[in-house]
């Protein structure tokens, strides 16, 4: 069974940090395109960072461009989120969702549960 596990959020005031991580199990990591996605209260769920299997590749939403930073360790079957100069509307729920290389971003074959990301003013 597959399962795609998200760790890391809370509560954090604007402007600080929090570093969000997902770690699989029951699949080859090492062989899925990986993405963050967010859905904020009301709003339509929107794409964040995305990763290719081999790290070499990144790709970001222009709203988290120069604050947040995908990385993963196939090793360790994870995947980060660093989040730096957060802002209230990086409020959201955050998932994190496994993709084959050569499917586009909004085709996932596994999601996480997410996990909540408040940033108060």
């Known amino acids: 069974q597959v399962q795609l596990v998200e760790s890391g959020g809370g509560l954090v005031q604007a402007g600080g940090s929090l570093r969000l991580a997902c770690t699989a199990a029951?699949?080859?990591?090492?062989?899925?395109?990986m993405d963050w996605l967010r859905q904020a209260p009301g709003k339509d769920r929107q794409f964040v960072a995305s990763?290719?299997?081999?790290?070499?590749?990144?790709d970001y939403a222009d709203s988290v461009k120069g604050r947040f930073i995908i990385s993963r360790d196939n090793a360790k079957n994870t995947m980060w989120l660093q989040m730096n100069t957060l802002k209230p509307e990086d409020t959201a729920v955050y998932y994190c969702?496994?993709?084959?290389?050569?499917?586009?971003?909004?085709?996932?074959?596994?999601w996480g549960q997410g996990i909540q990301v408040t940033v108060s003013s």
């Open positions: 990763i290719s299997w081999n790290g070499v590749s990144t």
């Open positions: 969702a496994a993709r084959r290389p050569h499917f586009a971003a909004g085709n996932y074959d596994y």
């Open positions: 029951g699949l080859t990591f090492a062989t899925y395109r």
